[in-house]
């Protein structure tokens, strides 16, 4: 393990950029913290995020990662929100794909990790998306150690937080320690992370650093509120299909889609033919979709998820549920996203439990 | 052009105010190829030609409001293979539907020296009340893109892409801050259909809805997350339904829940 200073920090930045990444990473803008590309960490900021509920804070110290999470998330990049797969011109097809730019992740949560490695199954196993692949092939990630946790976090609850998996797919693992004065303790976990570790210098972190983490992991567990029952989860909620609390949702449920498109794993979209009116080439655009709009279950003349009840239904006992058969492991990795800017409130952790509940 | 008859497209205006159909004419440079896919025959925003149906495309801008208006438009359908509603007016009634939950003599005598002169329908109704419509493009005014897709579409024998999605779908996609769960901001998008590109939100403003409301919009369960938690009051309510839209069936029933009994002297004055 090394010791960085804040300067060193920004040796990586500067070093990755002179490379040809695009760095990314926080930055505040219109009153939240975004993904974004940079090229220096904004210094101080915090959030207070609650269901429903979220506020940038001014922190009195100097962190750089004294917030929990970016208000979108990573797979923007990897898998962008609008993106146009072919075009036809003259009845000719022309890739559009050019060779990616490639990228530097800094600041991956050890929840948003955990989702990006769900997504790399989705879209790079059998059948592979190339444009994914293509963007995810020489992505450098760079994961931080949750030194808090916001009150709307349950990453523990999923077993992917808030400490990194070291399993996982990332190149640098840091921990930001003494936010008042920031130091950072820095593993590398693969040869690449190695290479650049070395680069960037620093001195090897004095022989307590484990504790030092251990410790700051073990005060995060504290702060961690919300938790989600696990337990028996999928075949509970695929036995409570016709369970009277889908109805109480169904009242309160706006079918706006916002919790699918801030989650980290949801991962479906459309695609529409768009003709350009001045060239009159076609354009065959992907775009995000989510299990809450109508078009989603649409075949052939008829809408399968016609009320929001069904919706509802369909979204939880996916992620829930159906990926521990799909996938291996649930689709949800505890970031709390989807109760933050859920605009009217509603929590998948409190629901689940209410669908616990004989009915 | 080639001597093969190139589809015709003709607009058609009722109780409106023209924004929608100052859409086409503001699409200037697709316009001009537009015109070479299509056969705009009857335009009067933008020529005097004016020729008698059939019609392969209609786009009907504003909503009925006079006998008149009634016995043309299902002369219009009659004539058009394919009838689109363009905006708030033709699809939810417009501003002017206002009076559908009001009374119309009483507005007529306090604005007109000589009312008897008029003659107009109780209610301002959209172009769905009354004849068949193949597609709807919502909003005061309507998106120029979501118009040329649709006409291009059309030439091209495909179905239109309108997402019937709210507009949190496009507010999210653009990455925009959401000034509703960070500012308590009382935001119709997630009841409004998308359409627009979440235009709003980008400017740090709540939406007003004026893209109509979405398929299965869930007024009454936003209304009253706002009342219970951010403090919006029962004539804020009703003023955030009242307005393009007011037409909107939807939106009158949910309105009503809202409104206070009027004062006893409503009719006279
Ligand atoms: S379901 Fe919610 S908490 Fe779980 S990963 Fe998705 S957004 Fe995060
Ligand atoms: S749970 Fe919340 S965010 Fe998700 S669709 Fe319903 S109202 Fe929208
Ligand atoms: S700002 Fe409005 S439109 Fe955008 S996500 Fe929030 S509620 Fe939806
Ligand atoms: S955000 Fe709402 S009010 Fe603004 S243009 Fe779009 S639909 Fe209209």
Redesign the interface.
């Known amino acids: 393990m090394y010791l960085w200073s804040t300067q060193q920090l920004q040796a990586l930045i500067d070093l990755l950029r002179a490379r040809d990444y695009d760095v990314i990473g926080p930055a505040v803008r219109d009153d939240s913290l975004h993904y974004e590309r940079i090229d220096s960490l904004p210094v101080g900021w915090g959030d207070r995020q609650d269901a429903g509920h979220y506020q940038l804070r001014e922190r009195a110290d100097q962190s750089r990662f004294g917030y929990n999470l970016g208000a979108a998330t990573w797979k923007q990049f990897l898998f962008p929100p609008r993106e146009t797969l072919f075009r036809v011109r003259d009845g000719d097809f022309v890739n559009c794909r050019e060779a990616p730019q490639k990228m530097a992740f800094l600041g991956v949560r050890p929840c948003e990790l955990a989702a990006i490695a769900l997504q790399d199954r989705v879209f790079t196993e059998d059948p592979v998306e190339p444009g994914y692949l293509a963007r995810r092939k020489d992505l450098l990630l760079i994961a931080v150690n949750c030194s808090q946790a916001a009150p709307t976090c349950f990453c523990a609850s999923t077993g992917d937080g808030p400490e990194v998996n070291a399993e996982l797919p990332t190149d640098l693992v840091l921990t930001e320690c003494e936010p008042a004065d920031p130091y950072y303790l820095v593993e590398a976990l693969t040869q690449r992370g190695q290479d650049l570790l070395e680069e960037v210098g620093g001195s090897q972190a004095p022989a307590s650093a484990r504790q030092t983490v251990d410790r700051l992991m073990d005060a995060t567990r504290e702060q961690l509120t919300r938790a989600l029952d696990t337990e028996e989860l999928p075949g509970l909620l695929l036995g409570a299909l016709d369970h009277p609390h889908w109805d109480d949702l169904a009242q309160r449920c706006l079918a706006c889609g916002n919790c699918t498109q801030v989650c980290p794993t949801c991962f479906c979209s459309t695609a529409e033919d768009h003709t350009d009116p001045i060239t009159v080439e076609v354009r065959h655009n992907r775009r995000w979709d989510s299990c809450f709009t109508q078009g989603h279950s649409y075949l052939t003349g008829s809408v399968v998820h016609r009320s929001v009840r069904s919706r509802y239904r369909q979204w939880l006992t996916h992620k829930l549920a159906s990926w521990v058969a799909q996938f291996g492991r649930s689709g949800c990795t505890g970031c709390g996203r989807c109760i933050t800017w859920c605009p009217v409130a509603i929590d998948l952790t409190v629901e689940t439990e209410a669908l616990r509940a004989a009915p | 052009m080639a001597s093969a008859r190139l589809p015709t497209l003709a607009v058609f205006k009722f109780a409106s105010c023209d924004g929608c159909q100052l859409s086409l004419l503001d699409?200037e440079?697709?316009l001009l190829?537009?015109a070479q896919r299509l056969d705009i025959v009857n335009f009067p925003e933008a020529s005097r030609r004016w020729e008698p149906g059939p019609y392969d495309i209609a786009l009907v801008e504003g909503s009925i409001t006079t006998i008149e208006d009634r016995q043309r438009i299902s002369v219009v359908r009659k004539q058009s293979r394919v009838l689109v509603a363009i905006g708030a007016c033709a699809t939810a009634g417009g501003i002017q539907a206002l009076r559908n939950s009001a009374n119309v003599d009483a507005y007529a005598r306090s604005v007109y020296p000589h009312p008897e002169y008029l003659s107009s329908l109780a209610s301002s109704s959209p172009i769905s009340a009354h004849v068949a419509v193949d597609y709807e493009l919502h909003g005061c005014p309507i998106d120029k893109h979501q118009l040329?897709?649709v006409l291009?579409?059309f030439v091209?024998g495909?179905r239109p892409?309108i997402?019937?999605?709210?507009v949190?779908?496009e507010c999210?996609?653009?990455?925009?801050?959401?000034v509703?769960?960070?500012?308590g901001e009382p935001?119709l998008?997630?009841?409004t259909q998308a359409g627009c590109g979440a235009l709003c939100p980008a400017y740090?403003r709540p939406c007003y809805g004026c893209f109509g409301v979405k398929?299965?919009a869930?007024v009454e369960?936003?209304m009253n997350?706002l009342q219970a938690?951010h403090g919006m009051g029962d004539d804020e309510v009703l003023r955030s339904l009242s307005t393009f839209n007011a037409g909107s069936e939807l939106l009158i029933r949910i309105a009503e829940r809202y409104r206070r009994p009027p004062p006893q002297d409503s009719e006279d004055s």
């Open positions: 699409c440079e697709e190829s537009i040329l897709a291009l579409a091209e495909r892409p997402a019937q999605e709210s949190c779908m999210k996609a653009r990455g925009h801050s959401c509703l769960v960070q500012g935001c998008g997630p009841i740090r398929e299965h869930r369960a936003l997350h938690h």
